[in-house]
């Protein structure tokens, strides 16, 4: 979401609520696997063997651990090279984010 949207944010507002700056939301990863983050900026819960790697190459995928497994933080994704990535041969992951709520559209009306 982007900050330049208008909306209305109301103090006190609790999270996934139209007035509230943040909204969570979830990343699913399969068993052994790997999923892109989409674009947007991102507060990452730890999550068990789920790092997070980002591609340092322009000629082709040369993904690095950005994050360690079962780490959290700030990720910022452009939605093609940062992506989650499940060690976990047998299970598939769930990983938590929090991010800024698109909020309550805010409107003008002229006279």
């Given at each position: 979401?982007?900050?330049?949207?208008?909306?209305?944010?109301?103090?006190?507002?609790?999270?996934?609520?139209?007035?509230?700056?943040?909204?969570?939301?979830?990343?699913?990863?399969?068993?052994?696997?790997?999923?892109?983050?989409?674009?947007?900026?991102?507060?990452?819960?730890?999550?068990?063997?789920v790092?997070?790697?980002?591609?340092?190459n322009?000629?082709?995928?040369?993904?690095?651990?950005?994050?360690?497994?079962?780490?959290?933080?700030?990720?910022?994704?452009?939605?093609?090279?940062?992506?989650?990535?499940n060690?976990?041969?047998?299970?598939?992951?769930?990983?938590?984010?929090?991010?800024?709520?698109?909020?309550?559209?805010?409107?003008?009306?002229?006279?």
């Amino acid at each position: 979401m982007s900050l330049g949207i208008g909306k209305i944010i109301l103090a006190g507002a609790n999270a996934n609520t139209a007035g509230a700056y943040f909204q969570t939301g979830t990343f699913s990863v399969a068993a052994n696997a790997t999923t892109v983050i989409t674009a947007g900026t991102y507060l990452l819960t730890p999550t068990a063997n789920v790092s997070v790697q980002v591609n340092t190459n322009s000629n082709g995928n040369a993904f690095t651990t950005l994050m360690a497994a079962n780490v959290g933080g700030v990720v910022i994704s452009d939605g093609v090279n940062v992506r989650l990535s499940n060690g976990d041969a047998n299970n598939a992951k769930t990983v938590t984010y929090v991010t800024v709520n698109g909020g309550q559209a805010a409107s003008e009306t002229y006279a």
